[in-house]
């Protein structure tokens, strides 16, 4: 089936589309790990021209997002618009995709309704201005599959490849693919290929393209490589390496994580209501248009959507050290196209259906669920920065002198004033997080410093659904790095000191305190 709108039409409207509820964030300064690693990486290359970070530890994520934010900086300027812009055509493409994929394997009605709800999933919406590089990597591995699928050989290594070089971890869809070819091949069964292939295609089509899925292997090993040359290690460095794989090779630690896998591929964030409406329309009998039953996606491409879903979940629950939402991307668009077809081929009001669906990942942009998640799954990023901006302004026209106790990444946004939080650098004093055990070993040494900066590090619901267990509380400890930040005024009794600034917001909060040493102040004549 030949698409039925021009690519460039198509991918100008999804742009306009995408950029147009984006228009208010674009703006906004750094957040998380894009001031902590991928913006300062991409700052480093636009000024040096160097792909290895001097500025921040480089963790070896290979560099072709960076090079294009860095590029758009060069064009444009430095600016967080540029960048988020910048993305946001990163964003476009990779539903173009979406879109491509989805029609080839059902049709354009399902394609549209997939790309829309792809496009409103709360983490793929947040994701698709930030500078990070898992959406990009998802995008090409959707371009990927389509030329898969398509049996084209070329275009399967090219974006592949490209994916491979955006993120290391987009290596898995070709790797497992080529994996399930050799088994085709075992088992006498014949490769998957789209309906309508042309006989050319289809008589190509009978030996599997070993080559086009393991090629990605190359340009990926030749960037390791190149960093070890200049770093002295290939994947990160140690800490990273440590935090991201040594540290996560418990069964038990896996099986949780397995399962936080499985509920972000099909649950997290309101997809519940998609994966059970999937569920519930499979009860029903397929519908007829004429004399015929709607079709259905064919089962050999449901079982290569199968086999990149089921990769990516157990390969995830391996690794990563922070089980974030952000590295299913590739995942979890598979998971939707094939749960609207569904819906499309068994129940005759799904355009309603998905209408619903699709209101409901809008209001996951605002509600935050009642458990822990990360802030860049949702609008709680903005919140977040919204809060660290009034707070680090307050800091700088109140203590533009002063020596700042505070944690990652507040320290970077206070030490980095091209991160966009404040117009010079301060003196920061940085600790762990603010649970108890780093704000009493701070309070050792408080002559180092005269104000504190503290905010949850941790999103909290007022009233958690599942940590009234206690027992998964201590595996959240033990496996995933939970702690419980301590209140403002708590932090400030055991630092010796007061508060004189707080803000909160949908269960963020900052504040900073003063330490009680009025010499100081005096001495150093600051603004009171």
């Known amino acids: 089936m030949r698409s039925s709108l021009h690519p460039a039409l198509a991918f100008a409207v999804i742009f306009v589309v995408v950029f147009l509820p984006h228009a208010p964030l674009l703006q906004l300064p750094y957040f998380w790990d894009e001031a902590g690693y991928y913006v300062p990486a991409a700052r480093d290359l636009l000024l040096s021209g160097s792909l290895i970070p001097h500025t921040t530890v480089s963790n070896a994520h290979p560099p072709?997002?960076?090079?294009?934010?860095?590029?758009?900086?060069?064009?444009?300027?430095?600016?967080?618009l540029v960048a988020r812009s910048a993305m946001l055509l990163v964003a476009a493409f990779s539903l173009l995709g979406i879109y491509r994929l989805a029609e080839r394997v059902a049709n354009s009605q399902v394609a549209i309704a997939s790309t829309l709800c792809t496009a409103l999933y709360p983490v793929f919406f947040a994701q698709s201005s930030l500078v990070q590089v898992d959406l990009a990597?998802?995008?090409?591995?959707?371009?990927?599959?389509?030329?898969?699928?398509?049996?084209?050989?070329a275009a399967t290594a090219i974006w592949f490849s490209l994916a491979a070089l955006t993120k290391e971890t987009a290596i898995l869809a070709p790797v497992v693919l080529a994996v399930w070819e050799l088994l085709q091949l075992v088992w006498g069964g014949h490769s998957c290929e789209l309906a309508g292939s042309t006989s050319e295609a289809a008589e190509t089509a009978r030996s599997p393209k070993f080559a086009a899925l393991l090629l990605p292997l190359l340009p990926l090993t030749l960037w390791y490589v190149y960093h070890y040359a200049h770093t002295g290690y290939v994947f990160g460095n140690p800490e990273f390496f440590r935090y991201n794989v040594a540290a996560t090779l418990n069964p038990l630690r896996f099986l949780l994580a397995l399962l936080l896998r499985l509920w972000q591929a099909f649950g997290y964030l309101h997809l519940w209501l998609l994966t059970v409406a999937m569920l519930l329309a499979m009860l029903l009998p397929p519908l007829r248009d004429?004399?015929?039953e709607r079709q259905r996606i064919a089962i050999p491409v449901q079982i290569v959507f199968f086999i990149v879903v089921a990769a990516y979940v157990i390969a995830m629950a391996l690794i990563g050290g922070a089980v974030l939402a952000r590295y299913m991307l590739p995942a979890v668009p598979l998971v939707i196209?094939?749960?609207?077809s569904t819906l499309r081929r068994r129940l005759r009001y799904w355009p309603a259906a998905a209408g619903v669906i699709a209101i409901a990942f809008v209001l996951g942009w605002f509600w935050n669920p009642p458990y822990g998640f990360s802030p860049e799954d949702n609008l709680a990023y903005r919140d977040y920065i919204l809060l660290h901006e009034n707070a680090e302004r307050f800091l700088e026209a109140r203590y533009p002198m002063a020596h700042v106790l505070t944690a990652w990444p507040a320290s970077d946004e206070l030490a980095r004033p091209w991160l966009g939080y404040t117009t010079r650098p301060m003196q920061v004093v940085r600790i762990e997080d603010f649970s108890l055990e780093p704000i009493v070993s701070a309070s050792d040494f408080r002559s180092h410093f005269e104000v504190a900066l503290v905010f949850s590090t941790k999103y909290e619901p007022a009233r958690p659904l599942l940590d009234r267990w206690q027992t998964w509380t201590d595996l959240k400890r033990r496996f995933f790095g939970f702690h419980r930040?301590?209140?403002p005024a708590a932090a400030a009794q055991i630092l010796g000191g007061h508060v004189v600034f707080s803000a909160e917001r949908k269960g963020q909060w900052v504040a900073v305190i003063e330490m009680e040493q009025p010499e100081f102040f005096n001495a150093r004549n600051f603004p009171r």
């Open 485 to 487: 930040d301590l209140p």
């Open 337 to 340: 196209i094939l749960a609207v």
């Open 290 to 292: 004429g004399s015929s």
């Open 64 to 80: 072709l997002v960076l090079a294009w934010v860095a590029l758009w900086w060069k064009c444009a300027g430095y600016a967080p």
């Open 137 to 153: 990597a998802a995008g090409f591995t959707f371009w990927g599959l389509c030329a898969f699928l398509e049996r084209r050989r």
